[in-house]
């Protein structure tokens, strides 16, 4: 027993160092295949079913972002969403969910209502730009799916958010 202990050792080393250079290659590989897709991808082959527009794969959609405590449609806020509307007159057949979040502070139910609110206003503004409702349905998750978990404002602001999935296509 005690002869095979540094036979053991040394398998044991190599294949510790083999899996780590193959994660660190997996990871190298796969990054350069997202920067060489995220240089101009097109619309329709970035939108799939259940594609999300926090993750660029809603096609032309883009998220929108709220003020803090506020389901206001501001000026930058209306531009994403006209842009928004003109993508979704143009494609009939795509139907979307509008998730309504909130960033970290306040309590749950708060930020719940608070999520429903947000989701509201944007559908509300995209049905008055021309979309029907019945392609657009609702849903807050409030502050239970952060996109990012940093406790500063940059993080906050990302995480006030109406962020549309493709629903069918």
């Not at 083999?18 to 060489?36: E, I, L, Q, R």
Request: net charge neutral; proline share 2%; charged share 25%.
């Amino acid at each position: 027993m005690r002869k095979s202990l540094p036979y053991l050792l040394v398998v044991l080393a190599l294949t510790a160092q083999f899996t780590g250079c193959s994660s660190k290659t997996a990871k190298k590989n796969s990054a350069s295949s997202v920067d060489a897709s995220d240089n101009q991808p097109s619309e329709e082959s970035s939108l799939s079913l259940n594609g999300d527009s926090d993750s660029s794969s809603a096609g032309g959609l883009s998220t929108v972002y709220f003020p803090y405590d506020s389901a206001a449609i501001t000026k930058g806020t209306r531009e994403a969403l006209n842009n928004n509307a003109e993508f979704l007159k143009s494609n009939d057949g795509i139907e979307v969910q509008v998730e309504g979040h909130c960033d970290e502070r306040g309590g749950v139910q708060y930020n719940l209502a608070l999520g429903e609110r947000r989701a509201n206003a944007v559908k509300n503004y995209l049905v008055a730009m021309g979309v029907s409702s019945k392609r657009i349905s609702t849903v807050s998750f409030g502050k239970e799916r952060p996109l990012e978990f940093g406790h500063d404002e940059s993080s906050w602001g990302k995480n006030r958010r109406g962020n549309f999935v493709v629903t069918a296509k």
